[in-house]
């Protein structure tokens, strides 16, 4: 189950990035990059100690 709680966070975080990267969307403060990228870097973070482990 964390494997998959992992992936999740991951994908998440990735959708995040890509949303700012879009330049219809609302206007990319920093805050948002922010956000997006400490999503993304707990999700990598989860897959490498999971992985690691197994």
């Known amino acids: 189950m964390a494997k ?3 992936w ?3 994908l998440i975080g ?4 890509l ?5 219809d ?3 990319g403060t920093w805050f948002n990059w ?3 990228l ?6 990598i ?3 490498v100690r999971n992985y690691k482990s197994s």
Do not use: D, M, R, W
């Open 45 to 47: 973070g989860k897959l």
């Open 4 to 6: 998959l709680t992992a």
């Open 34 to 36: 922010v956000v997006a």
């Open 19 to 23: 949303e700012q990267l879009i330049p």
């Open 14 to 17: 990735i959708l995040l990035v």
């Open 25 to 27: 969307t609302f206007s």
């Open 8 to 10: 999740l966070v991951t």
């Open 38 to 43: 400490a999503v993304l870097a707990i999700g």
